[in-house]
């Protein structure tokens, strides 16, 4: 959201709550179409790759471990870019 806004020239501001970042044990997930911005920007896959890794697969996961909701994102979902998915502490 803040590339495509500073792209077209909006003046935002971006608010963390956390006063630093580090591990907190939950990721960033990257869907197709953030992917494709930042690959119009000039990011490679391997620029993606050293954050993340391409999703092949998201579940929603029950407490006896059986998937609750399973879908195939990004590439697999017949899209043109992949969706990745990254630890926040990287």
Known sequence: MALTL???GVLFLVIEQASE???LGV??????????????L???RNNLDSVG???LKTAVVGLNRQDINATLPGITA???????AAYRDR
């Open 6 to 8: 500073h792209q077209i």
């Open 21 to 23: 970042i580090r591990p």
């Open 27 to 40: 990721g960033i997930n990257l869907q197709p179409y953030p992917t494709r911005k930042l690959m119009k």
């Open 42 to 44: 000039g990011f490679t």
């Open 53 to 55: 890794l391409p999703a």
């Open 78 to 84: 017949s899209y043109r870019w992949l969706q990745y």
